[in-house]
């Protein structure tokens, strides 16, 4: 059974009842890169950090050491539109983990030392990204399809802009984006739900700060063919080929996510699988992915592999797009994709703390949520034709195509 309510200062709760002894909770605040101005960039990721560093109660070691003191966990990341809080823990220690979130999100101290020394850390950490071409593509990626606009720009942001960071500027930012209002405090475990209220009413019941909210701007994306090669002296070419997709919204991002599935999922089976790596044995991994945000999306299809064989794996990836545009699936072999599809989702909604941050991103964007039960009878009611319409939408014009050499 899953539960929500709002506090007065307007912070929404949403919570999942578990029979498991572990709980998970946290807050995902919507607030993210996109979220900053010209000169922050980087600074959603940077009050991540800081707020690990201490406050008015704790230094750094002392958050460290709360949860982990009883055999918990505490973790956060920042993505492009939102920054998660969040715990894993015994049941019983649930107030333990309200309490030291509410007094990291509200009462952080940010130290100009410690802010001095957390620059130098994240100066590493965008160092060691730059030396791993499998992710820095995607990011590079998203950066060609959104130039210009919020969402294309590191998450990590720049050295520039971080070299430049105050406590003044951190402060504004978390005065302008960290307001309850733009908080979901999510959970799940065995605690009943009336405890769950009552401890965030004791330390999540502040007055939220009365500012303008900044409204997210959505991309204006041409459609246009745009190929672009970077020199990394990489062993293997890393190649992306993309299309800008609709937003999380869309009525068709189910059929979206299917698709996705058969042509390049996380399976073996998957029609890019089973012809760049199986029949020819050209790259060791391959795979496409969708990236859905609240106003737009990305699909993308990655792989890495023999730089003498980049333009044949790029036909054959072009070759497996032109199958599905070319006929609707067969019956079977559409009922087989939603068996596969489902099965997946069933077991990783074994894996708790995924599905605890899946259903508090969703609350978070639509104000609902949906079961196990309620997805499968979402994927059910796809069709052959649903399906072959998306494909063609989405694969009409030129692709978008980056390379590293």
Not at 75 to 98: D, H, I, M, Q, S
Not at 103 to 115: A, G, N, R
Not at 300 to 318: H, M, T
Request: net charge negative; with cysteine.
């Amino acid at each position: 059974m899953i539960h929500t309510d709002t506090l007065s200062n307007g912070l929404r709760i949403i919570h999942r009842e578990s029979p498991s002894e572990i709980s998970h909770c946290g807050i995902v605040v919507n607030t993210g890169s996109r979220d900053e101005y010209p000169a922050e960039a980087g600074m959603a990721h940077f009050v991540e950090h800081m707020l690990f560093k201490g406050t008015h109660r704790r230094r750094a070691h002392q958050i460290a050491a709360r949860m982990e003191n009883v055999g918990g966990e505490l973790n956060a990341y920042t993505t492009k539109e939102e920054t998660f809080y969040y715990a894993t823990f015994l049941g019983e220690y649930f107030p333990r983990a309200v309490e030291l979130l509410a007094d990291m999100l509200f009462h952080s101290e940010f130290s100009p030392v410690l802010i001095e020394r957390e620059r130098e850390v994240i100066l590493d950490e965008i160092n060691s990204y730059q030396d791993d071409p499998a992710e820095l593509i995607w990011d590079d990626f998203e950066n060609m399809l959104f130039a210009g606009h919020d969402l294309g720009h590191y998450i990590l942001g720049e050295p520039e802009t971080l070299n430049r960071f105050t406590r003044d500027q951190i402060l504004s930012f978390m005065e302008r984006q960290y307001q309850p209002s733009q908080m979901v405090f999510f959970s799940s475990g065995r605690t009943p739900f009336h405890k769950v209220k009552r401890h965030l009413e004791q330390h999540f019941s502040v007055t939220p700060s009365l500012v303008e909210e900044r409204e997210r701007r959505a991309p204006e994306i041409i459609p246009q063919p745009v190929k672009q090669q970077i020199e990394k002296n990489t062993a293997q070419s890393h190649v992306m080929i993309g299309f800008p997709v609709f937003s999380m919204h869309h009525p068709q991002r189910y059929a979206l996510l299917l698709m996705n599935n058969i042509l390049g999922g996380g399976s073996l089976n998957s029609r890019l699988n089973a012809s760049l790596r199986e029949k020819y044995g050209l790259v060791y991994h391959v795979e496409s992915n969708v990236t859905l945000y609240s106003d737009t999306g990305l699909f993308a299809i990655y792989f890495a592999g023999d730089p003498q064989q980049r333009e044949r794996c790029i036909r054959l990836v072009r070759k497996e797009i032109n199958r599905i545009l070319e006929k609707e699936l067969t019956p079977f072999q559409l009922n087989l994709a939603k068996r596969q599809w489902k099965g997946q989702l069933g077991i990783a909604a074994e894996q708790n703390e995924n599905y605890t941050l899946a259903m508090a991103k969703r609350y978070l964007h639509t104000g609902g949520y949906l079961s196990l039960d309620e997805m499968f009878s979402r994927i059910d009611a796809i069709t052959a034709e649903e399906l072959h319409v998306t494909a063609r939408e989405l694969f009409a014009g030129e692709h978008i195509e980056l390379s590293y050499l």
